[in-house]
């Protein structure tokens, strides 16, 4: 079996989600210029999207805090030894 190894950073993490929202402000932006045109799905499916956004950036913010705690253990533990 041949496995192929994936290398992610949090720049390139950070990147994509930043694409994403650059995304979703684009479509804000064109639903709101043609607000008499704009269905109720319309809106629903921005909704959609925007809660996509938040939950990505929440999930990105936790990672954040997991190292950054995992780092500060390992700091204590090597002012102990």
Excluded: H
């Amino acid at each position: 079996m041949n496995m192929k190894m994936t290398t992610l950073s949090f720049t390139s993490l950070i990147e994509a989600y930043k694409k994403l929202q650059s995304g979703l402000l684009s479509q804000v932006r064109s639903l709101a210029s043609k607000m008499s045109q704009a269905n109720p799905g319309s809106f629903i499916l921005l909704q959609f999207r925007m809660s996509q956004v938040t939950q990505i950036g929440e999930t990105i913010s936790n990672l954040i805090s997991q190292v950054n705690t995992v780092i500060g253990m390992a700091v204590r533990n090597q002012k102990t030894q």
